[in-house]
């Protein structure tokens, strides 16, 4: 849940996609369909906490989480709920603003949740959120329509977020028309040749596991890379 890109393609057409660092001993499922009462949702499972790093509901809502918050944190030996939990809960609430209010953010690990959700049952008019939780508040951003690149706190320095973003912008400045298979490259592929911090990343300890890529024009597609 550590590096993710977000692209407007045109008018409520958008690419969410993001490379998962994690632990290689972290079990996950690929991308399925789930009834959760009486609303269809599309997500990766985590298979040990039973939450998600990314998803969609059928409506349109695409949201991603990371790991961590504005700057590193000390995590705690346990918490109340696991924050992939919370991604499900946030999509397939009915209203996203009342859900930021009302929802018991409790004793659950700093995150970052970037979510593009459709307004007024719009299909071509979207919000773009930036979630962040810091144990004590939730800070919520409005995002403008172009595109981002963020990267998890507890991997990866600012110094290292700054290349990355040297890197995007290299890549959008080279590439002469944008596309789901321009981006999915650029997941696998951008980096100066280090592998502690490229996109595709290996510590030994805790590597890249999966891509997961989705794409709204209307409907939700997406596309899955279990990179083991």
Not at 108 to 128: A, G, K, M, R
Not at 197 to 221: A, V
């Amino acid at each position: 849940m550590c590096t993710l890109t977000f692209f407007p393609l045109a008018k409520g057409q958008f690419i969410l996609t993001t490379n998962r660092d994690e632990q290689p001993e972290r079990k996950t499922l690929p991308p399925m369909e789930y009834n959760h009462d009486g609303t269809t949702l599309i997500y990766p499972k985590d298979e040990k906490a039973g939450g998600t790093w990314i998803g969609a509901n059928t409506n349109g809502r695409v949201a991603s989480l990371m790991n961590g918050g504005k700057v590193p944190h000390v995590r705690k030996n346990s918490y109340r709920l696991s924050r992939g939990v919370v991604m499900k809960e946030l999509l397939q609430t009915a209203d996203v603003t009342i859900f930021f209010e009302q929802f018991n953010f409790t004793d659950i690990e700093p995150f970052t949740i970037i979510l593009i959700d459709p307004q007024n049952q719009s299909t071509t008019n979207f919000e773009v959120y930036e979630l962040i939780w810091d144990e004590k508040k939730l800070h919520i951003s409005t995002l403008p329509w172009k595109p981002q690149i963020w990267s998890s706190t507890p991997l990866y320095t600012r110094e290292v977020h700054q290349n990355r973003v040297l890197w995007f912008k290299k890549f959008i400045d080279d590439t002469s028309q944008i596309t789901p298979e321009a981006i999915w490259n650029f997941h696998h592929f951008a980096g100066n040749g280090d592998k502690n911090n490229d996109l595709i990343m290996d510590r030994g300890f805790i590597h890249t596991k999966s891509i997961t890529q989705f794409k709204y024009d209307g409907t939700i597609t997406y596309r899955y890379q279990d990179l083991a």
